[in-house]
């Protein structure tokens, strides 16, 4: 049974920081695709970040320079340090895995 659990997230003003946290049961982080979407209000739902299998990163490009996605593979974790924000960047944050196939339940980002 997979579960996803993030968290982390909170209000913040343009151009702090923030550092989401997922972890996860019933998988393993290291030898999953995982990811970081983002549902903004009023917009569809985006890939912000992931990790493929063989440990690639990816980032949207509006998070390339800003955001850096981890894993904590002793933990079964997964980190997105989230620097220089910008309103933009508001949404509620979802870790996600088995292709999509996995959600947890959200955190939400809001950026003033």
């Known amino acids: 049974h997979v579960q996803l659990v993030e968290s982390g997230g909170g209000s913040v003003q343009a151009g702090g920081s923030l550092r989401l946290s997922c972890t996860g049961s019933g998988f393993n982080f290291e030898e999953s695709a995982v990811g970081w979407y983002r549902q903004a209000p009023g917009k569809e739902c985006e890939l912000v970040s992931a990790?493929?299998?063989?440990?690639?990163?990816y980032y949207s490009d509006s998070a390339k320079g800003r955001f850096t996605i981890s894993l904590a593979n002793a933990k079964n974790a997964m980190y997105l340090e989230m620097n220089s924000l910008k309103p933009e960047d508001t949404g509620l944050y979802f870790c996600v895995t088995g292709n999509g196939a996995y959600w947890g339940q959200g955190t939400q980002v809001t950026v003033s």
């Open positions: 990790i493929s299998r063989d440990g690639s990163p």
